[in-house]
């Protein structure tokens, strides 16, 4: 199994640009959600979805959009890149959400920059 | 809403030694689950050790250990025999057990660095 995979790495981008940020994981896994992560912040949650075709907003879900049509995957996007979206991205995934909690895996993240 | 705090920001070690990171939480819930995530260098995140609020028994995983008082809504994580590969960022995290829409908070982490 590869876990979970997120595409790019980095990424840099002007003010005003729009892009995707893939995540993907192959084990299965009903629930799937990104987090932002900010220098002295901590991780906080964007969106998170508990199956295909239901997803829901966490703690900083403005500006981006997020849509699950497989299990496997969960793209997050932002439609207009602002500065203050420059941050490390991480996807994770597991088991379920809904019965007793399960381990969440972690994507190794990505980088982004908004000039 | 739940909370983690995580108050030192930084800690330092020697090789060998042991070191205790602080973590508290608020929550009006009873039966939840927290955390502790390593994060290294290259940014992937490692579960530590899971502790479930119903067990008294501190969880333990080698060379990490837990002191979790229920009452007092505080999780530190020991670390025994630090060694080099130690060092990184640590976060301590709270997810309730409450179904399809409970989330996992994160602490503001601390970070660790381990003196040869």
């Given at each position: 199994n590869a876990g979970v995979t997120q595409t790019p790495k980095f990424q840099v981008l002007k003010t005003g640009q729009s892009m995707t940020l893939q995540c993907a994981q192959d084990?299965?896994?009903e629930y799937m959600s990104w987090y932002r992560q900010d220098p002295g912040m901590g991780l906080r949650l964007i969106h998170y979805s508990v199956g295909a075709g239901i997803t829901d907003q966490g703690e900083v879900p403005n500006g981006y959009n997020v849509s699950r049509s497989t299990t496997e995957d969960f793209p997050l996007r932002l439609l207009s890149a602002a500065p203050s979206q420059t941050s490390v991205y991480f996807c994770a995934s597991s088991l379920?959400?809904?019965s007793s909690y399960n381990e969440q895996f972690f994507g190794p993240g990505t980088r982004l920059t908004v000039l | 809403a739940q909370t983690v705090t995580q108050s030192q920001p930084e800690m330092s070690v020697q090789e060998a030694e042991t070191v205790t990171l602080s973590c508290t939480y608020d929550t009006s819930e009873s039966d939840y689950y927290l955390f502790w995530y390593k994060q290294p260098p290259s940014r992937q995140m490692i579960l530590v050790i899971r502790q479930e609020a119903y067990k008294q028994q501190n969880a333990t995983e080698n060379r990490f250990s837990v002191n979790f008082q229920k009452a007092a809504k505080s999780f530190s994580l020991k670390i025994s025999d630090?060694?080099?590969?130690?060092?990184a960022m640590y976060f301590c995290a709270y997810h309730p057990?409450?179904?399809?829409n409970s989330k996992l908070t994160f602490g503001k982490g601390i970070t660790l660095s381990v003196r040869p």
């Amino acid at each position: 199994n590869a876990g979970v995979t997120q595409t790019p790495k980095f990424q840099v981008l002007k003010t005003g640009q729009s892009m995707t940020l893939q995540c993907a994981q192959d084990m299965n896994h009903e629930y799937m959600s990104w987090y932002r992560q900010d220098p002295g912040m901590g991780l906080r949650l964007i969106h998170y979805s508990v199956g295909a075709g239901i997803t829901d907003q966490g703690e900083v879900p403005n500006g981006y959009n997020v849509s699950r049509s497989t299990t496997e995957d969960f793209p997050l996007r932002l439609l207009s890149a602002a500065p203050s979206q420059t941050s490390v991205y991480f996807c994770a995934s597991s088991l379920d959400g809904v019965s007793s909690y399960n381990e969440q895996f972690f994507g190794p993240g990505t980088r982004l920059t908004v000039l | 809403a739940q909370t983690v705090t995580q108050s030192q920001p930084e800690m330092s070690v020697q090789e060998a030694e042991t070191v205790t990171l602080s973590c508290t939480y608020d929550t009006s819930e009873s039966d939840y689950y927290l955390f502790w995530y390593k994060q290294p260098p290259s940014r992937q995140m490692i579960l530590v050790i899971r502790q479930e609020a119903y067990k008294q028994q501190n969880a333990t995983e080698n060379r990490f250990s837990v002191n979790f008082q229920k009452a007092a809504k505080s999780f530190s994580l020991k670390i025994s025999d630090s060694q080099l590969g130690d060092a990184a960022m640590y976060f301590c995290a709270y997810h309730p057990n409450t179904g399809a829409n409970s989330k996992l908070t994160f602490g503001k982490g601390i970070t660790l660095s381990v003196r040869p």
